[in-house]
């Protein structure tokens, strides 16, 4: 989990898909929160739901979608945004996408936790 990402008073989202219009989570929610991708039992931090980057099977986070964070050829992953529209990135560990985010710390929790 990315521990000094953002100032604690901004939520972090992930939006994905065609035109970013699926709701993939909040990156900076507690692990508690229903929306939360830290939140193992809901909807977008489980394995097995459709609308999450941890489902390898899934369009989010399987290593062949051009929507997923983690295909390293992803043309389209998830933008990170907070709640007044503010974009803050890519987050895709694909190193060559326009605005991947720079955030070493999100790096290395996608590539080590998220993709693995």
């Known amino acids: 989990m990315p521990t000094a990402y953002a100032a ?6 992930l939006f994905g898909g065609e035109d970013h219009r699926t709701f993939l989570g909040c990156l ?3 692990k508690y929160d229903a929306d939360s991708v830290f939140n193992t039992y809901g909807l977008h931090g489980s394995r097995y739901a459709t609308d999450s ?3 390898h099977y899934g369009e989010f986070g399987s290593r062949y ?3 997923s964070a ?3 050829y992803a043309s389209d992953p998830p ?4 709640r007044d529209g503010a ?3 890519r987050l895709t560990i ?4 326009p605005n991947a985010t720079k955030n070493e710390d999100l790096i290395i929790w996608l590539t080590e936790e998220v993709c693995q």
């Open 28 to 30: 900076t929610c507690s």
């Open 70 to 72: 983690c295909s390293r």
């Open 65 to 67: 979608s051009d929507y």
């Open 8 to 13: 604690p008073t901004k939520d972090l989202l």
């Open 53 to 55: 980057i941890f489902n």
């Open 79 to 82: 933008v990170i945004i907070d």
């Open 87 to 89: 974009f803050y990135g």
């Open 94 to 97: 694909n190193h060559y996408a």
